[in-house]
Protein backbone atom coordinates (compact mmCIF):
# COMPACT_ATOMS: atom_id res chain seq x y z
CA UNK A 1 0.00 0.00 0.00
CA UNK A 2 1.40 3.30 -1.08
CA UNK A 3 0.69 6.83 0.43
CA UNK A 4 0.51 9.49 -1.12
CA UNK A 5 -1.54 12.96 -1.07
CA UNK A 6 -3.73 12.81 -4.16
CA UNK A 7 -5.02 16.20 -3.65
CA UNK A 8 -5.39 17.86 -0.40
CA UNK A 9 -6.41 15.49 1.60
CA UNK A 10 -6.93 12.24 -0.09
CA UNK A 11 -3.96 9.53 0.32
CA UNK A 12 -5.13 6.54 -0.40
CA UNK A 13 -8.48 5.12 -2.46
CA UNK A 14 -10.21 1.67 -2.48
CA UNK A 15 -13.43 1.01 -4.80
CA UNK A 16 -15.56 4.03 -3.15
CA UNK A 17 -13.91 4.44 -0.33
CA UNK A 18 -11.25 6.97 0.22
CA UNK A 19 -8.99 7.68 2.40
CA UNK A 20 -8.29 10.92 3.96
CA UNK A 21 -6.38 12.88 6.33
CA UNK A 22 -8.41 14.57 8.42
CA UNK A 23 -9.00 17.72 7.91
CA UNK A 24 -11.42 21.09 9.58
CA UNK A 25 -14.09 20.14 6.40
CA UNK A 26 -14.26 17.09 7.97
CA UNK A 27 -14.03 17.79 12.31
CA UNK A 28 -16.95 18.14 13.08
CA UNK A 29 -18.67 14.94 11.54
CA UNK A 30 -15.70 12.86 12.54
CA UNK A 31 -16.36 14.59 16.25
CA UNK A 32 -19.84 12.79 16.12
CA UNK A 33 -18.95 9.49 14.98
CA UNK A 34 -15.58 9.15 17.20
CA UNK A 35 -18.29 9.95 19.97
CA UNK A 36 -21.25 8.02 18.84
CA UNK A 37 -19.00 4.71 18.56
CA UNK A 38 -16.85 4.92 21.31
CA UNK A 39 -19.80 5.37 23.76
CA UNK A 40 -21.75 3.07 21.98
CA UNK A 41 -19.17 0.13 20.63
CA UNK A 42 -15.86 0.60 22.06
CA UNK A 43 -15.57 -1.87 25.51
CA UNK A 44 -13.53 0.55 27.78
CA UNK A 45 -15.55 3.64 27.06
CA UNK A 46 -18.81 2.06 26.73
CA UNK A 47 -18.19 -0.22 30.17
CA UNK A 48 -16.88 3.04 32.09
CA UNK A 49 -20.01 4.56 31.83
CA UNK A 50 -18.89 7.47 29.98
CA UNK A 51 -21.72 9.49 28.28
CA UNK A 52 -22.06 11.24 24.92
CA UNK A 53 -21.33 14.88 26.45
CA UNK A 54 -18.20 13.69 28.64
CA UNK A 55 -16.82 11.65 25.86
CA UNK A 56 -17.81 14.86 22.85
CA UNK A 57 -15.26 16.94 24.90
CA UNK A 58 -12.91 13.46 24.75
CA UNK A 59 -12.65 13.69 20.95
CA UNK A 60 -13.32 17.06 20.26
CA UNK A 61 -10.09 18.07 21.90
CA UNK A 62 -8.03 15.20 20.42
CA UNK A 63 -9.59 15.30 16.93
CA UNK A 64 -8.97 19.03 16.70
CA UNK A 65 -5.21 18.96 18.13
CA UNK A 66 -4.59 16.48 14.96
CA UNK A 67 -5.29 18.51 12.92
CA UNK A 68 -1.98 20.45 13.73
CA UNK A 69 -0.05 17.69 12.68
CA UNK A 70 -2.17 16.12 10.11
CA UNK A 71 -1.46 12.46 11.23
CA UNK A 72 -4.77 11.26 11.93
CA UNK A 73 -6.49 9.20 9.28
CA UNK A 74 -10.07 8.88 8.23
CA UNK A 75 -12.31 6.77 5.59
CA UNK A 76 -15.05 7.99 3.58
CA UNK A 77 -17.71 6.64 1.67
CA UNK A 78 -17.29 8.68 -1.57
CA UNK A 79 -20.91 7.26 -2.53
CA UNK A 80 -22.82 8.51 0.35
CA UNK A 81 -19.99 11.70 1.23
CA UNK A 82 -19.89 9.84 4.58
CA UNK A 83 -17.31 9.14 7.28
CA UNK A 84 -17.26 5.54 7.91
CA UNK A 85 -14.15 5.07 9.78
CA UNK A 86 -11.19 6.45 11.72
CA UNK A 87 -7.48 6.27 13.22
CA UNK A 88 -6.93 9.50 15.21
CA UNK A 89 -3.62 9.50 15.88
CA UNK A 90 -1.16 11.51 18.31
CA UNK A 91 2.22 12.34 19.07
CA UNK A 92 1.58 11.93 22.85
CA UNK A 93 5.34 14.20 23.28
CA UNK A 94 4.41 17.05 21.09
CA UNK A 95 3.88 20.63 22.49
CA UNK A 96 0.63 20.25 21.02
CA UNK A 97 -0.33 17.14 22.98
CA UNK A 98 -3.57 16.88 24.94
CA UNK A 99 -3.03 16.90 28.08
CA UNK A 100 -4.87 13.64 29.61
CA UNK A 101 -4.82 14.36 32.99
CA UNK A 102 -7.74 17.24 32.56
CA UNK A 103 -10.38 14.90 31.85
CA UNK A 104 -10.02 13.30 36.07
CA UNK A 105 -12.19 16.95 36.30
CA UNK A 106 -14.19 16.45 33.41
CA UNK A 107 -16.36 13.07 34.93
CA UNK A 108 -15.47 10.35 37.58
CA UNK A 109 -16.45 8.10 35.16
CA UNK A 110 -12.81 8.81 32.92
CA UNK A 111 -10.74 7.61 36.13
CA UNK A 112 -11.01 4.08 35.60
CA UNK A 113 -10.55 4.70 31.87
CA UNK A 114 -7.84 6.71 32.03
CA UNK A 115 -6.27 4.99 35.03
CA UNK A 116 -6.32 1.26 32.60
CA UNK A 117 -4.50 3.12 30.30
CA UNK A 118 -1.90 4.21 32.45
CA UNK A 119 -1.08 1.29 34.09
CA UNK A 120 -0.46 -0.70 30.69
CA UNK A 121 1.87 1.68 29.24
CA UNK A 122 3.54 1.44 32.72
CA UNK A 123 4.01 -1.84 32.38
CA UNK A 124 5.10 -2.78 29.05
CA UNK A 125 6.00 0.89 27.28
CA UNK A 126 9.41 1.37 27.93
CA UNK A 127 11.09 3.29 24.63
CA UNK A 128 11.94 6.91 25.32
CA UNK A 129 9.32 9.95 25.96
CA UNK A 130 10.74 12.29 23.36
CA UNK A 131 8.87 13.83 20.58
CA UNK A 132 9.12 11.97 17.00
CA UNK A 133 9.86 8.54 19.30
CA UNK A 134 5.96 7.15 19.57
CA UNK A 135 3.42 7.55 16.93
CA UNK A 136 0.42 6.98 18.99
CA UNK A 137 -2.78 5.40 17.08
CA UNK A 138 -5.28 6.53 20.15
CA UNK A 139 -8.93 6.32 18.42
CA UNK A 140 -9.95 3.06 15.96
CA UNK A 141 -13.37 2.28 14.57
CA UNK A 142 -15.25 1.22 11.39
CA UNK A 143 -19.03 1.55 11.47
CA UNK A 144 -20.41 -1.44 12.22
CA UNK A 145 -22.33 -1.98 8.68
CA UNK A 146 -18.47 -1.69 7.26
CA UNK A 147 -16.72 -4.23 9.10
CA UNK A 148 -15.18 -7.10 7.87
CA UNK A 149 -14.05 -4.99 4.60
CA UNK A 150 -10.23 -4.43 5.40
CA UNK A 151 -11.00 -0.95 6.43
CA UNK A 152 -9.94 -1.22 10.06
CA UNK A 153 -6.84 -2.90 8.51
CA UNK A 154 -6.11 -0.10 6.26
CA UNK A 155 -6.34 2.57 8.73
CA UNK A 156 -4.07 1.06 10.53
CA UNK A 157 -1.53 0.63 7.85
CA UNK A 158 -1.72 3.86 6.71
CA UNK A 159 -1.19 5.07 9.84
CA UNK A 160 1.74 3.08 10.02
CA UNK A 161 3.46 4.60 6.87
CA UNK A 162 1.97 8.11 7.90
CA UNK A 163 4.17 7.52 10.80
CA UNK A 164 7.15 6.60 8.95
CA UNK A 165 7.09 9.20 6.64
CA UNK A 166 6.73 11.60 9.80
CA UNK A 167 10.26 10.28 11.20
CA UNK A 168 8.47 8.15 14.08
CA UNK A 169 10.71 5.14 15.08
CA UNK A 170 7.88 3.43 16.75
CA UNK A 171 3.99 2.95 16.58
CA UNK A 172 1.64 2.04 19.48
CA UNK A 173 -2.25 1.39 19.65
CA UNK A 174 -3.85 -0.44 22.70
CA UNK A 175 -6.50 -3.04 21.64
CA UNK A 176 -9.09 -2.07 23.96
CA UNK A 177 -11.67 -3.78 22.12
CA UNK A 178 -11.74 -7.20 20.14
CA UNK A 179 -12.00 -5.83 16.62
CA UNK A 180 -8.71 -4.29 16.74
CA UNK A 181 -6.49 -7.47 18.11
CA UNK A 182 -6.39 -9.01 15.04
CA UNK A 183 -5.61 -6.50 13.47
CA UNK A 184 -2.53 -5.58 15.08
CA UNK A 185 -1.23 -9.75 14.59
CA UNK A 186 -2.23 -9.62 11.10
CA UNK A 187 0.37 -6.90 10.26
CA UNK A 188 2.71 -8.39 12.66
CA UNK A 189 2.84 -6.11 15.61
CA UNK A 190 4.87 -6.45 18.79
CA UNK A 191 2.39 -7.83 21.56
CA UNK A 192 4.20 -6.47 24.58
CA UNK A 193 1.46 -7.50 27.36
CA UNK A 194 -2.10 -6.95 28.73
CA UNK A 195 -3.85 -5.73 31.33
CA UNK A 196 -6.96 -7.94 32.26
CA UNK A 197 -10.43 -6.75 32.43
CA UNK A 198 -11.44 -9.20 35.47
CA UNK A 199 -8.57 -8.35 37.16
CA UNK A 200 -8.07 -4.69 37.33
CA UNK A 201 -8.30 -3.05 40.50
CA UNK A 202 -9.04 0.80 41.06
CA UNK A 203 -9.77 1.73 44.73
CA UNK A 204 -10.04 -1.62 46.07
CA UNK A 205 -13.26 -2.10 43.10
CA UNK A 206 -12.80 -4.02 39.83
CA UNK A 207 -15.03 -2.02 37.52
CA UNK A 208 -14.72 -4.31 34.53
CA UNK A 209 -15.04 -7.56 35.83
CA UNK A 210 -17.67 -8.33 34.46
CA UNK A 211 -15.85 -8.37 30.99
CA UNK A 212 -15.59 -12.10 30.42
CA UNK A 213 -15.17 -12.42 26.56
CA UNK A 214 -11.91 -10.59 25.85
CA UNK A 215 -9.19 -10.24 27.86
CA UNK A 216 -7.57 -7.14 27.04
CA UNK A 217 -6.92 -4.30 26.68
CA UNK A 218 -3.56 -5.29 25.10
CA UNK A 219 -0.03 -3.34 23.89
CA UNK A 220 0.80 -3.38 20.74
CA UNK A 221 4.09 -1.96 19.33
CA UNK A 222 5.78 -1.87 15.78
CA UNK A 223 9.36 -0.97 15.97
CA UNK A 224 11.05 0.64 12.22
CA UNK A 225 14.14 -0.17 11.68
CA UNK A 226 14.58 2.71 9.35
CA UNK A 227 11.99 5.81 8.29
CA UNK A 228 11.74 8.40 5.68
CA UNK A 229 14.46 11.22 6.03
Not at 16 to 36: G, H, K, M, N, P
Not at 61 to 70: D, G, V
Not at 114 to 132: C, F, G, N, V, W
Not at 169 to 189: D, F, G, M, Q, W
Request: proline letters at 4%; one cysteine or more; a negative charge.
Amino acid sequence: MLIEEKNKNTVYSAGSIAYEILSSERLEETIRFVTEHFVEHEYLTRESGLDYASFERFSRLYCQASLCHRLSIIAVDTEINEVIGFAINEDPNSPMAVDASIFYDISVNFHPFLEMLTELSARYLTIPSQEKMSFHLYLLGVKPQYQGKGIGKALVELSEIRARQKGFRYIVIEATSPPTKPICERLNYTNLGHVSYRDFTLDGEKPYEHIIDYEGPYLFIKAFDDVDS
